[in-house]
């Protein structure tokens, strides 16, 4: 076996720097993607027939077609269609492309948190007197986000390693700075491991995160 430990170790320090750019697309794309996923959530939850439709339709479609695939539709695709996008940076169509495909994931995991609280808490609420925003607002969703939380961290994961195909539009993220190492050193298993490694630890700290974020909020009478 010919392992290159020394150039192994080498490798993080060199592909650490790009890994800011990775968490950027990653959080600001989970952040867009979940204020229009729960925004869908609540609009199919008036169960009002065509707005359902639309929406399914939409769910359907941003699950359906591949993460590469939709970021050249987005980053090479409608820059044809409508020229004013043109100038459109490739983070630009990423976190774009990321935020669509994650809120159609996320509109249905926040729907079934919305499921999972008891109706019978919007009506209590109604009749006290809050108006119907004041229930969503201080009683259904804080309920609903945090049954909602471990599956929207999953999620986050997801996004997180599928940020990864930023590097087909030119995004000098992780897999980027990797893929510049091996073509200089043509040392593939030590290049490639490494960035897995990093990729690795990093959603194994975010894990640590979240888990720690559900034991609080679980705990009873959080405020």
Not at 2 to 20: D, G, K, R
Not at 26 to 42: D, E, K, P, Y
Not at 57 to 85: A, D, K, N, T
Request: with cysteine.
């Amino acid at each position: 076996m010919n392992f290159n430990v020394n150039y192994f170790l080498s490798v993080f320090p060199q592909i650490l720097p790009y890994l800011p750019v990775t968490l950027f697309i990653a959080v600001v794309s989970i952040l867009f993607a979940m204020v229009l996923g729960l925004a869908i959530a609540l609009l199919r939850n008036n169960k009002i027939i065509i707005v359902d439709a639309i929406f399914s339709l939409f769910i359907s479609l941003f699950r359906g077609i591949p993460s590469v695939v939709l970021l050249f539709i987005i980053y090479y695709g409608l820059p044809q269609i409508f020229p004013v996008l043109k100038h459109m940076g490739a983070t630009t169509a990423a976190i774009i492309c990321f935020s669509l495909k994650y809120s159609a994931y996320l509109a249905e995991i926040f729907r079934a948190g919305l499921a999972s609280v008891d109706p019978g808490q919007k009506e209590a609420g109604l009749t006290s007197g809050l108006s119907t925003i004041q229930v969503y607002r201080n009683i259904i969703l804080p309920q609903a986000l945090v049954n909602a939380l471990p599956n929207t961290g999953n999620m986050f994961i997801s996004l997180l390693k599928d940020s990864s195909v930023a590097f087909f539009v030119g995004v000098q993220e992780l897999l980027a700075a990797g893929k510049m190492l091996t073509a200089s050193s043509f040392l593939y298993f030590e290049t490639y491991l490494a960035v897995g490694i990093v990729y690795w630890l990093t959603v194994v700290a975010y894990s640590w995160i979240q888990k720690q974020l559900e034991r609080k909020l679980s705990k009873p009478y959080y405020r």
